[in-house]
């Protein structure tokens, strides 16, 4: 039942601007609870359940404490903190007549537990471990942390185990922000997932949106085949994986990075060059459409959000001209630049009929660069370094990820078992890696 407001209450609502209206009406919705999942949250469910639970898209990482002791109940207190800060983390996800909504809990405390490790490879077996535990979508708490000791009091370890439905990369470093801020410091400020979410929502479908949707449609419109497998695509696999590590020295970045400069580039175009040019070889095609990774905070207020805003978006490289370096990449650069405008739009919205069988519709390979680096970071004056634990499965049928440093470049292909056998998987690695040393050594030239 409700009352009808007050005379005062209406007085005052007849007296306001159109403006005024539209801001009291804005602030309004933005109150609202989340009602429906994101397009990017309705695939992660979607995929949970198709691949049995499999934890391909679940956060799995090994932060390693080092050089001073830390307060492990402190630690605790902290991540319990983050948690009622942030509302992505006390959300469940019910489903009712074919119909799933998110639920934001009041209360919903992390999964905590302690535990021992003498070695590296100790906590990455207990994480991979505690990602392969299943995940209970409706009841939760989707948030999984150890808090280890290590073989000396001044060493310790902080397992990470998260659903990717509630939290991303980004999320993780705001974790580890959280964990590390000085307890004087003022808390920063956070933005609730359920508004950026409503925030998505409108934006798809305003004029913005709508010319995204053109344009993104237009880029994989008659899209090339799949790339070759050695066993048959028949479906959905479980999602079983394995990688195929990588490594090149300095010099080959900085080569890469003069080439991309040449041809007013960036280096992130430089390298998905150097990827088109290695699968064009592994599948015989020069028309090649794969997958890659945007942050999906590019809103205002995006950067204080916690929860999954990650976006996978097509990039489709077609004609390599020549077929020289300076070609690839000025064509790598154009249509990154082109698809950058667009970057907002939920990959998942595409409207195109599927290409393959599986968890993505679209994508059977994707592309992931990171040269940020690794931030420098202490946590109770100890270091901090972190691993993304390998959990022995696959997220797309290949997945190529280059890591850019000063030390050297590093990176992985993750392949799906069931579709390939581990010698494929390293020569395409390895057609990477040649591809790699022939563009840098066109950029030095």
């Known amino acids: 039942m409700t009352s009808s407001p007050s005379p005062a209450l209406t007085a005052r609502l007849a007296a306001l601007t159109a403006q005024q209206r539209a801001l009291l009406r804005a602030k309004v919705l933005r109150a609202r609870p989340q009602e429906r999942l994101t397009p990017g949250q309705r695939r992660l469910w ?5 691949i049995g639970g499999q934890p391909a ?3 799995c990482q090994a932060v390693h404490l080092t050089g001073a002791t830390a307060d492990l109940d402190l630690l605790a207190e902290r991540a319990e903190g983050f948690v009622r800060d942030h509302e992505a983390l006390r959300t469940t996800f019910q489903e009712t ?42 009841s939760g708490p989707l948030l999984r942390v150890v808090l280890a000791t290590g073989p ?5 370890w902080l397992l990470v185990v998260v659903h990717n439905l509630v939290f991303d990369a980004w999320s993780f470093d705001m974790l580890l922000d959280a964990l590390a801020r000085d307890a004087r410091a003022p808390a920063p400020a956070t933005t609730p997932f359920s508004r950026w979410a409503r925030d998505q929502a409108a934006w798809v479908a305003d004029d913005d949106g709508r010319a995204a949707a ?24 479980a999602r079983n994986g394995n990688r195929v590590e990588f490594s090149l020295p300095p010099g080959v970045n900085a080569g890469i990075a003069a080439l991309a400069k040449r041809e007013a580039a960036s280096v992130y175009a430089g390298w998905l060059a150097v990827a088109w040019a290695a699968l064009e070889g592994f599948g015989g095609r020069a028309d090649t459409l794969l997958g890659t990774f945007t942050a999906g905070r590019d809103r205002p207020g995006a950067e204080t959000v916690v929860g999954y805003l990650l976006n996978v978006l097509p990039v489709r490289l077609r004609d390599p001209a020549d077929g020289s370096w300076t070609a690839r990449v000025r064509a790598a650069g154009t249509i990154s630049r082109a698809g950058l405008r667009h970057a907002a739009y939920p990959g998942e919205l595409i409207d195109v009929p599927r290409r393959v069988p599986g968890t993505h519709p679209l994508f059977d390979a994707v592309f992931v660069f990171d040269n940020l680096g690794e931030t420098t970071r202490t946590i109770q004056g100890a270091a901090v370094s972190t691993a993304d634990v390998d959990k022995g499965t696959a ?7 280059v890591y850019p440093r000063a030390d050297g470049v590093t990176g992985w ?27 840098s050594r066109e950029g030095c030239r």
């Open 395 to 401: 997220r797309y049928d290949l997945t190529l990820a």
């Open 413 to 439: 292909l993750e392949y799906d078992t069931e579709l390939y056998e581990e010698t494929t998987a390293r020569r395409l690695a390895e057609l990477f890696t040649t591809a790699a040393e022939e563009a």
């Open 152 to 156: 000396v009091v001044q060493e310790a």
């Open 57 to 59: 898209d679940v956060v």
């Open 97 to 138: 007549d074919g119909e799933v909504r998110p639920v934001v809990h009041e209360t919903l405390p992390p999964w905590l537990t302690r535990a021992h490790c003498a070695t590296a490879q100790e906590a990455q077996a207990l994480a991979r471990e505690l990602a392969h535990e299943p995940f209970d979508l409706a």
């Open 46 to 50: 979607e995929t949970h359940y198709a």
């Open 214 to 237: 053109e344009y993104w449609t237009a880029e994989v419109d008659a899209p090339p085949p799949p790339l070759p497998t050695d066993r048959p695509r028949s479906g959905t696999t």
